[in-house]
């Protein structure tokens, strides 16, 4: 009964709700710098906020209960493992003196103590497993009552999931080409202003650049605003792999930006699994950003030596780069690279068989360049080992 397994939809559900505080926060915060801000709306959103805030308290107390009954199960079942154990043990020894005896010298009682203690460890077994199964069920209630009363707050709200799933989706384009890159949250520099990361893959700034001799020169960023204005930033680069297809670049800018994606853990991006579902959020055509909804079609697909998940959220080129979003928490879980083609002759794009490239592929890639530092911080356990040292694979 692992305790990590069993928390997960806790967590992720506890992620929601602190992620929506912190996205009311920031409208407030807005409003309240607006001059002519509607009173009505400030205090709306007021009201909004401390009933999200004692909803996350609510929770944690929810959640503490919650863990304490896990914990009487999971003594039981070790007091249970234990108890069965001496008596698997006590049974072998009394089922090898009974071998070790003549016919006519296995005498009633030692037949009915094995009996007996056959009867015991079936027993001990069955506990066990009705353990076992009651703390699954306390799980997938536990994950059930928090769906309900969480996603009435969260679930469907648009201007939350905007923020969440298309605030932090960035356009990149060329003369010739266009892609999409995911602003991470920004973070306080060490000059006094904000330090803004963007990741995207490769092959989108490859193809802006048209040459790896030109990596070192700007390359512009088209970020947007929920009012549907737009705005323009420049961003270098810090790093890349061909391989993986990932680049790392940051924004010129030391301006705090409004929207950044939350980031799964390594753990939550490790139980990705068939049949979840995802947002894939990104600049199809040169399109503004685009959330499609599907799922994780595959968990695991190698193409090429590569390690990716098959979407069937529909994307299209202009897609590269963007983001794959959790659909409930809204966590970002990887970064969109390849859309499925068939044919040589005439070419057919196949919209719903698109490859993500996970986090965890991207975690261990910034911890072998040594850049961990870019997503340290900004999400539970988001790495387990330190930076080591830093060789770009490049070819």
């Known amino acids: 009964m692992p305790r990590t397994l069993i928390l997960g939809a806790s967590t992720a559900c506890l992620l929601a709700l602190v992620g929506y505080v912190r996205t009311v926060e920031e409208r407030l915060g807005h409003l309240e710098r607006e001059p002519r ?34 914990a009487t199960l ?11 154990w001496a008596t698997r043990t006590e049974l072998a020894r009394l089922e090898a003196s009974w071998a070790e005896r003549a016919e006519d010298d296995r005498t009633d009682a ?48 648009p201007r939350h999931m905007w923020d969440e799933l298309v605030g932090p989706v960035v356009q990149l384009a060329g003369d010739a080409t266009v892609g999409s890159g995911v602003l991470l949250a920004s973070r306080p520099s060490e000059d006094g202003g904000w330090l803004t990361y963007l990741i995207t893959s490769w092959h989108v700034v490859r193809d802006i650049y048209g040459s790896t001799d030109r990596v070192h020169l700007p390359i512009t960023a088209k970020i947007y605003r929920p009012d549907g204005t737009t705005r323009f930033e420049t961003a270098h680069m810090v790093d890349y792999d061909v391989g993986l297809d990932v680049a790392l670049l940051t924004l010129d800018t030391r301006e705090h930006q409004p929207y950044g994606a939350r980031l799964a853990s390594r ?34 697909h190698d193409v090429e030596g590569g390690h990716y998940w098959m979407i069937s959220a529909p994307t ?31 070419t057919t794009i196949v919209p719903h068989m698109g490859l993500a490239t996970p986090l ?36």
Do not use: M
């Open 37 to 70: 801000a509607d009173p009505a709306e400030v205090r709306g959103l007021q009201g909004e906020l401390e009933s999200v805030r004692a909803a996350v308290e609510g929770e944690e107390a929810t959640r503490e209960r919650f863990e304490r009954g896990l």
């Open 74 to 84: 999971q003594r039981r079942a070790e007091e249970v493992a234990r108890a069965a």
């Open 110 to 157: 030692l037949e009915r103590e094995i009996t007996a203690l056959r009867v015991e460890l079936e027993a001990r077994t069955s506990e066990l497993d009705a353990l076992a199964e009651g703390a699954a069920e306390l799980a997938r209630s536990e994950a059930e009552r928090l769906r309900a009363e969480v996603e009435p707050l969260v679930g469907r709200d």
């Open 267 to 300: 753990e939550r991006v490790r139980a990705v699994a068939t049949f979840e579902d995802i947002y894939a959020v990104g600049c199809p055509l040169g399109n503004d950003p685009i959330p499609t909804p599907g799922e994780i079609a595959a968990s695991s």
């Open 316 to 346: 299209y080129i202009g897609n590269s780069g963007g983001g794959i979003f959790d659909a409930r928490s809204y966590e970002l879980l990887g970064i969109f690279s390849k859309i499925y083609t068939h044919g040589s002759t005439r």
């Open 360 to 395: 965890s592929v991207v975690y261990d890639w910034l911890d072998r360049v040594g850049q961990a530092q870019v997503v340290d911080r900004q999400g539970p356990d988001l790495l387990e080992a330190a930076p080591q040292a830093a060789s770009a694979a490049r070819e």
